[in-house]
């Protein structure tokens, strides 16, 4: 397991107010790693390998003046690997599905990923669907409308990406992380009032805030955008 991070700010001491987790799912080689990579250091790598098992990178950025800590979680697409990663849902507010917009079978692929992810997640994760690859339109296998269709009868956000050229990479990240963030600052406000909050309490967190479990209005609406 590797990690590193990128961090924007020149006082370290700087308090984190927000820690989220997000992990990228989907099947192997529709270029998870190198959205990673291009969000947490702004590389690609034309040479990059399979992930085996977990790797993860973070980044810290400013939402709404709050300093939000993400911790990307870059799963392998594998099968031999589902049952290592299957843990690594535990905790996660933000998942990232990606596919490959020139391999249909990996598009094919994301209502099995989407079962597992509910499966294994709390249930208000925020939900975004990747088309990566955007640059090799020429080859496109898998139509924009086809996956803007899904979202938004699954209620995902989705965007289309690429790694290579870094079209919506940052867009896409935010995006979610912001959604993240809505959810959570609502939530706390909620688990401030209940000293003994009744229902499920579920994993979307911040630091040292526990929310309830009460889904709050216009979360997870679909947010579709493509290259």
């Known amino acids: 397991m590797s990690s590193s991070s990128r961090n924007y700010y020149p006082d370290f001491n700087q308090k984190i107010d927000y820690v989220f987790k997000v992990v990228l799912i989907g099947d192997s080689a529709v270029g998870k790693s190198q959205l990673l990579a291009r969000f947490a250091r702004n590389e690609f ?3 990059s390998k399979a992930t085996i098992g977990v790797e993860f990178q973070t980044r810290t950025l400013t939402i709404d003046q709050k300093i939000i800590k993400a911790q990307i979680w870059d799963t392998a697409g594998q099968e ?17 599905l990606v ?3 020139t391999k249909r079978q990996s598009f094919d692929h994301v209502t099995k990923w989407l079962e ?13 669907l990747i088309g990566n690859k955007s640059d090799l339109g020429s080859l496109r296998a898998v139509p924009t409308e086809d996956a803007k ?4 009868n699954e209620n995902l956000f989705f965007m289309e990406t690429s790694a290579l050229d ?6 896409a990240f935010v995006t979610i992380l912001t959604e993240i963030y809505r959810i959570v600052s609502k939530k706390s406000l909620v688990a401030n009032d209940d000293a003994e ?3 499920d309490t579920n994993l979307l967190t911040g630091t040292q805030i526990a929310v309830s479990g009460q889904e709050p209005a216009g979360s997870k609406s679909a947010c579709c955008a493509s290259s």
Do not use: C, Q, W
């Open 116 to 128: 597992e992810l509910r499966g294994h997640a709390d249930k208000n994760i925020v939900i975004m």
């Open 197 to 199: 909050p009744t229902g």
């Open 166 to 171: 870094a079209t919506n990479v940052e867009s």
């Open 99 to 101: 596919y490959d917009i």
């Open 149 to 152: 269709e899904f979202a938004e």
């Open 80 to 96: 031999r690997y589902r049952a290592v990663t299957s843990a690594y849902y535990r905790g996660a507010v933000g998942a990232m």
């Open 45 to 47: 790598n034309l040479d």
